[in-house]
């Protein structure tokens, strides 16, 4: 989805630990500068979050283990299960 200049991802079932390790990867061999990374223990579950820069973007990935969508009051088609992963690129 779009929200003004910037594009939101939204994804489900991958654990932070896998997004965490598959973007510190991918994204230098895209072209990407990682400017920050951390993976945490967060309330009985885990969080990764990893900022980066390139191609004229700026990027958040945010993922987050043990979340309830539903009990949060979130529905999104697609979107289900525990982890839950988000991506936001805004322009540089």
Request: proline content about 3%; charged content about 10%.
């Amino acid at each position: 989805m779009t929200a003004g200049k910037q594009t939101v991802i939204l994804l489900g079932s991958v654990t932070p630990a896998a997004v965490s390790s598959f973007y510190m990867s991918a994204l230098p061999q895209a072209g990407y500068k990682i400017t920050e990374n951390t993976l945490t223990t967060v309330s009985g579950g885990t969080g990764a979050a990893i900022e980066f820069t390139g191609h004229g973007y700026k990027g958040i990935i945010s993922a987050e283990s043990n979340i309830d969508l539903a009990t949060a009051g979130v529905s999104m088609s697609g979107v289900s299960g525990k982890n839950f992963v988000g991506i936001t690129l805004s322009p540089q």
